[in-house]
């Protein structure tokens, strides 16, 4: 789902702004549902340490627009389970 509403297709082999981004929204949706740092690293091959770097990074990154309004679109998807 997050692919889809980004546009990146390349989440986890890039370190491209934009699919770093993009890690750091699935993390964040993840870890909004009570998805725990261990839980998310084992799903998506990243280090605890990462998930959380990421995780901690959402109060930055949410001051850029693209990544504020990809975030909602989830928050919504998620909400209505349109997914």
């Known amino acids: 789902m997050v692919s889809e509403i980004t546009g990146v297709t390349d989440v986890f082999g890039s370190n491209k702004e934009e699919s770093v981004d993009a890690r750091a929204i699935l993390i964040y949706a993840l870890s909004s549902k009570g998805v725990s740092d261990l839980e998310i690293s084992s799903l998506t091959g990243l280090t605890r340490q990462c998930v959380n770097k990421l995780k901690n990074s959402h109060k ?3 001051t850029k627009w693209s990544y504020l ?3 909602k ?3 919504n998807a998620l909400a209505t389970n349109c997914f």
Do not use: C, G, H, N
């Open 60 to 62: 930055y990154r949410k």
């Open 69 to 71: 309004a990809s975030v």
């Open 73 to 75: 679109q989830i928050s």
